[in-house]
Every structure is written in structure tokens, then in C-alpha cells.
T-cell receptor, first 107, second 115 residues
Framework: TQLLEQSPQFLSIQEGENLTVYCNSS?????LQWYRQEPGEGPVLLVT?????EVKKLKRLTFQFGDARKDSSLHITAAQPGDTGLYLC???????FGTGTRLKVLA | NAGVTQTPKFRILKIGQSMTLQCTQD?????MYWYRQDPGMGLKLIYY???????DKGEVPNGYNVSRSTTEDFPLRLELAAPSQTSVYFC??????????????FGPGTRLTVL
């Protein structure tokens, strides 16, 4: 059983489109993190959300932590080819990572 | 600062061989981790360490061993390599957990193939 389920698994969109990816669990977490991993490299932390209902913005990326602290979403506005990569959610409880969403933004 | 460095970058092993994946960090982090990432998947924790001389098992420890004799180094040992250990291995480090969350800094990975 996967503790963190991410959807969709794959996403291919045109430059300029908006998208949302999701990270869901049946468990409650004190915090969730989002990482981005580019091909051939290790993941890099984008954000940590710690409060239910919290919304954090990082330029064109908006992260939300669900009110019940069981889920999180990442919304990208006007996607660019530089956003291409594997997006992973993770919890520091037992250091569990989700399966990831592989995003490809076409120019 | 170099951050987290891993060697080698690539390695091919025959079934039954053994090897050590090296990991070094220069950020004076006391937490260090080893993960494996199978194709198209997220990361699974193999072992972690909260400081020199202290190690603990993660989600998938079987077939691996670790040691932590210094703050900087956290080698991962594979004994009797098996095809199921074909994967990309990532080492990471972080400061002490604060309020239950911390940022992990990852190395570039070691791509291991067992034939």
C-alpha cells in the first residue's frame, strides 16, 4: 500500500497552459514537502507546508495543504519548458515519498 | 561547498559481487539518508543516520548495510548483489529535524546495474 498517491502519473502539456497535480493519503501528516527532480539529478526541495489549509506561492507555482492535512496540490500557472521534471511529494514521517508526477511542457 | 557528493556515478555488477557506494557531505549535517529509485517510481528509504555511530533501517533495508563513523561520510554496502538491486541510488543529508520537518539535500545519484 502506497502511503502517498500522486496523480496524474504523467502529464504532457503545451507551454502556457495551467495544470494541477495532486498528492493524496489516508493518513494525517504534520507536514508535506514538494520536490522537483530533473533527469539525471537528485530531487530539490520546492516547499514545505505545515498548516492545514495553508497556501504557499513560489513564482508561478502554488502549493496547498488540505484542511485535514491528508492531501496537497501543486498548481502551475502558464507552464514553461523549464518546469519539465518529476514532481514528488514527501512526508518527513518515515521519510516517505510519493510515486511522482512526470511533467513534460512542450514549447 | 560541494554539497552532497556520490561516487561512482555508474557501475555494473555481476550477480553475487559486492560493492560500496560512497557518500560525503560538507555541510556539517547530522542527518544522512540512502534512497533507491526504481524506473518511473518515487524514492524508497534504505537506511538513515541521525549522527555518527547511529544508523537505522528504512523501508527497504534488506541486502544493504551502512556505517557512519564520521559526520561527513555515509557509505552504503551491497553484499551479494542481485538483479533486484538494479536502481539509481541517492544519498541525502539534512540538519536536525526541527518541528518535524527539514530540507533534504540530495547527491547526483549512482546508477547501478546488476547483471
Amino acid at each position: 500500500t502506497q502511503l502517498l498517491e500522486q496523480s496524474p502519473q504523467f502529464l504532457s502539456i503545451q507551454e502556457g497552459e495551467n495544470l494541477t497535480v495532486y498528492c493524496n493519503s489516508s493518513s494525517v501528516f504534520s507536514s508535506l514537502q514538494w520536490y522537483r527532480q530533473e533527469p539525471g539529478e537528485g530531487p530539490v526541495l520546492l516547499v514545505t507546508v505545515v498548516t492545514g489549509g495553508e497556501v504557499k506561492k513560489l513564482k508561478r507555482l502554488t502549493f496547498q495543504f488540505g484542511d485535514a492535512r491528508k492531501d496537497s496540490s501543486l498548481h502551475i500557472t502558464a507552464a514553461q519548458p523549464g518546469d519539465t521534471g518529476l514532481y514528488l511529494c514527501a512526508t518527513t514521517y518515515k521519510y516517505i515519498f510519493g510515486t511522482g508526477t512526470r511533467l513534460k511542457v512542450l514549447a | 561547498n560541494a554539497g552532497v557528493t556520490q561516487t561512482p556515478k555508474f557501475r555494473i555488477l555481476k550477480i553475487g559481487q559486492s560493492m560500496t557506494l560512497q557518500c560525503t557531505q560538507d555541510m556539517n549535517h547530522n542527518y544522512m539518508y540512502w534512497y533507491r529509485q526504481d524506473p518511473g517510481m518515487g524514492l524508497k528509504l534504505i537506511y538513515y543516520s541521525v549522527g555518527a555511530g547511529i544508523t537505522d533501517k528504512g523501508e527497504v533495508p534488506n541486502g544493504y548495510n551502512v556505517s557512519r563513523s564520521t559526520t561527513e561520510d555515509f557509505p552504503l554496502r551491497l553484499e551479494l548483489a542481485a538483479p533486484s538491486q538494479t536502481s539509481v541510488y541517492f544519498c541525502a543529508s539534512s540538519y536536525s529535524k526541527l518541528k518535524g520537518y527539514n530540507e533534504q539535500f540530495f547527491g547526483p545519484g549512482t546508477r547501478l546495474t546488476v547483471l
